[in-house]
């Protein structure tokens, strides 16, 4: 079964189901599982070493051949400047840039043929992001996890559809075929998802972590600036909810990330963890994520969910 929209022959993919590149989770493994599947996947390499960059471009090319992207950080322009050169020569179809439109690298991306995508959580961010040659954004509401904004995603999908003529992805609690379907229905072309992710056998996340993702409910996240200085959807725990009670001492970000580093809050990716105090990321669409499954399931539940939906609604015209 299939469903394919333009933003698949863009980016030369089957299904329009793009992994979010989550910082510490989105390694090798799940990235190429996406891919593979249909899906475009997309490697989280926030913070990590140009030479560990390439390190998980070759290893994403050992497990497949088809597209896949690296995110990172606009807010950490040395990283980008370090690491463009190692992307574009590992053959990464995109290059994707949270917290901002990485504008000093949009030109080399496009000379060696790589598309540009920001993750945007304003329509005037995803002006700006278009109008710097953006060849595609992410449309991210607030009920999304990681670092996130203030506007939800029913409200801004379809605004941004209307405000840029690049394509548009959704995100923000896209965990199955209904919110797929419902981000094509507000105009997007495609779903850009990470906490379903998270719950899979390939994703680089504890099992603890997982587990806590099965476990909680859609109430149980909460938006904090306490583990990187910039607002995080999380799910919530005695350390966040400690720091929320003195949170004018949050420092800027990045000084209160490289404090959650020094205290090894930000380890959610090997066993064992605490969960009262490390960084766990997820969305409020948790509360409909009851087992970790296979990418290969996760991607055919969403496509064929999704054309579901698409020919029920399609019968009652």
Sequence with gaps: MSLHTAICDLFGIEHPVFLAG???VAFAEVCAAVSEAGGFGTLGLVGFTPERIRKEMRAVRARTNKPFGVDLLAALPEQIHASIEVIVEGGAAAFVAGLGVPEPV????HQAGVKVMAVCGKVSHAVHAESAGCDAVVAQGTEAGGHTGQVAAMALVPQTVDAVKIPVLAAGSIVDGRGLAAALALGAQGAWIGTRFIASHEAHAA????????????????????YSGKPMRVLRNAYVEGWEKRSNEIRPFPLQFLESGREGV????????????????????VGAIDE?????EIMRRLVKGARGEIERLAAMC
């Design 207 to 226: 099992s603890g972590f997982k587990q806590r993702l099965v476990e909680a409910g859609s109430a149980d996240t909460v938006v904090t600036r306490c």
């Design 266 to 285: 930000l380890s959610f990716g090997v066993d064992p963890i605490d969960p009262a105090r490390t960084c766990m990321p997820a969305g409020q669409g």
């Design 292 to 296: 970790i499954l296979p990418v290969a």
């Design 22 to 24: 989550m910082g510490g």
């Design 106 to 109: 949009i030109e080399r991306c």
